[in-house]
């Protein structure tokens, strides 16, 4: 049987009365209701994870309307979760609303287009107008904001006043779903306008969620849970649960058995390690979860090949800036990650988007929440900001770090007439006068770029390796020891295959006096000394380079320890 997988389906209605494959999310309408104290909740997941799709699905289950639609809940888990939740189907009036593509380069087209949404919000419920129970001033407001001659308090207080005509019109509460709040936010951001869009958000949601005596309840989504200081200062009534929670950890992306049972309908099942290396890894909670939009876009291709579907629906541009940003102060800590190991970080819930310039740990929080990076928790109940073991989830998410730096070490030697394949030619290659006049190019350009930050050689020893990691994937191992202190090699590179070049590099920075050749000597020893090169023998490369390098500001010298390269 053919599967007829959904591809940028997010309206729930849509979905079932055309067939197509549905993974059952509808748990998360019991979970809501199971918290009847908790009438306000932000759930924030990455993109692609099911958040439109679940909203879509929460309006047609809450929202009353005079057509039946229990067709589309038969069968589902909500369905068989007894009468008692079934007594809020079809119940409450419902304001949806979506800031989806909200975004421009200027704060004026923002609020043009934050305006429209609002206008089309009213233009839904027009009928309140003709119902009766609006007071004279109430309708004027309202056709102010239908016609677009609508002031700056009426569009903040939109959602207070909406709620409160629906409830008035037909007696029961409303029910308040708003899908990708923080997108405008994000674009602030970028466009520099942030506090303009915060301050009518911080309006805007106030009056239509704290201390709303005609709300039901209210659930928004988004990316992110924007800091408390800049948007939730009011409203102490929202609950926040972020992908680091237990709560609702099942009711985005696919679990284990959900994908089991997607791949077994799809005959498929013997793709699973391939998947799973693509694109598992994820852990929402204490829950492995994988990514819901490439697992369905690998089942709906012909050839069953696991691409990057997910990192190649958005723009990344946020993500790779502010990486490049933080090249040289995260580069340690990238090094390690692409090397497929992890490090560990404390993780605020809150991120201060205005912080990520100057804050690597607001860095890595933007890479935890927004799907770049796998948090699991290492301790718990010692303090209000936790530590997490942060690693790269998958292969499809490796790629976008390892292009990254790919990009901007060549973006680096570029910039001084050098290339990144010279580079790689020359290291491979044993060629120390021509890697040694390319490395000096990236430490030129490095220290010239950085030039105010005054950086020392541990810095830029960083930046060439994760660099040079990114370069030579995926056909070499590129280990970093150098502060490991383990006798081993400062730099390992190590062919995945037998019969491929390998080298050690051993770099030194020439220290109380000492001259460039001086230095050179040292690491040339060194290496004889410890017998750097045995790993590789052993693992089958050939040849064996050894380079020792030196370092003095923006000198650099190389050179090959002959006798020992083989």
């Known amino acids: 049987m053919i599967q007829r997988i959904p591809i940028g389906v997010s309206d729930f209605r849509d979905l079932r009365e055309r067939g197509l494959v549905y993974v059952d999310k509808t748990h998360l309408i019991q979970e809501l209701l199971d918290r009847p104290g908790l009438l306000g909740l932000l759930l924030p997941r990455p993109r692609r994870f099911g958040k439109t799709l679940n909203l879509s699905m929460l309006r047609y289950f809450f929202e009353r309307r005079h057509e039946d639609l229990s067709h589309l809940f038969e069968g589902l888990s909500i369905w068989r979760a007894g009468e008692a939740y079934r007594e809020h189907f079809q119940r409450y009036p419902v304001v949806f609303m979506t800031f989806r593509d909200v975004k421009a380069p200027a704060f004026e087209a923002c609020w043009k287009a934050i305006q429209k949404k609002i206008e089309a919000l009213f233009d839904e419920h027009r009928a309140l107008l003709d119902a009766g129970a609006l007071s004279e001033r109430e309708a004027r407001d309202y056709r102010a904001i239908l016609d677009g001659t609508a002031d700056d308090v009426l569009y903040q207080r939109a959602l207070c006043d909406l709620s409160a005509y629906l409830h008035r019109t037909y007696g029961e509460k409303v029910v308040i ?317 190590r062919p995945r295959q037998p019969g491929k070049p390998g080298v050690v590099l051993e770099m030194k920075v020439a220290r109380g006096g000492q001259t460039l050749e001086q230095a050179l000597e040292e690491g040339i020893a060194q290496i004889a000394r410890r017998d750097y090169t045995a790993e590789l023998r052993a693992a089958g490369a050939s040849p064996v380079h050894a380079l020792a390098v030196a370092f003095n500001g923006k000198q650099v010298a190389v050179r090959e320890a002959v006798g020992i390269s083989r």
């Open 177 to 493: 779903l708003i899908d990708e709040y923080d997108e405008p936010i994000h674009a602030g951001f970028v466009g520099g306008y942030a506090r303009e869009v915060l301050d009518f958000f911080r309006a805007f949601l106030t009056g239509g969620i704290k201390d709303n005596p005609h709300l039901a309840r209210a659930v928004l989504t988004g990316i992110l849970r924007v800091a408390r200081e800049s948007i939730f200062s009011g409203l102490n009534n929202i609950g926040v649960y972020s992908l680091l929670r237990t709560e609702f950890s099942t009711c985005f992306g696919f679990t284990e058995p959900e994908v089991l049972a997607l791949l077994t309908d799809g005959d498929a099942l013997d793709r699973l390690e391939s998947v799973r290396r693509a694109y598992n890894g994820y852990v929402f909670g204490e829950t492995v979860v994988y990514n819901p939009w490439s697992v369905l876009s690998f089942l709906a291709s012909d050839d069953r090949r696991t691409r990057s579907y997910w990192v190649s629906t958005s723009a990344n541009e946020l993500i790779r800036d502010l990486l490049v940003f933080h090249a040289l102060d995260v580069e340690d800590d990238i090094a390690v990650l692409l090397e497929g190991g992890a490090i560990e970080q404390r993780l605020d819930e809150n991120v201060a988007l205005d912080q990520l310039p100057g804050s690597p740990r607001a860095l890595f929080a933007l890479l935890v929440f927004s799907g770049y990076l796998r948090a699991e928790a290492t301790e718990a109940g010692t303090t209000h900001v936790p530590a997490y073991r942060l690693s790269i989830p998958n292969e499809e998410v490796r790629e976008v770090y390892t292009s990254t730096f790919r990009d901007w070490m060549a973006e680096r030697l570029s910039g001084q007439g050098a290339s990144s394949r010279r580079l790689v030619r020359a290291l491979l290659g044993g060629d120390a006068a021509t890697f040694e006049e390319q490395l000096r190019a990236f430490v030129t350009n490095v220290l010239s770029y950085h030039e105010a930050r005054r950086l020392g050689p541990e810095e830029v020893y960083h930046g060439f390796v994760a660099g040079l990691l990114a370069t030579l994937e995926p056909d070499y191992e590129v280990r970093s020891n150098r502060e490991s202190g383990e006798g081993r090699p400062d730099v390992l590179v």
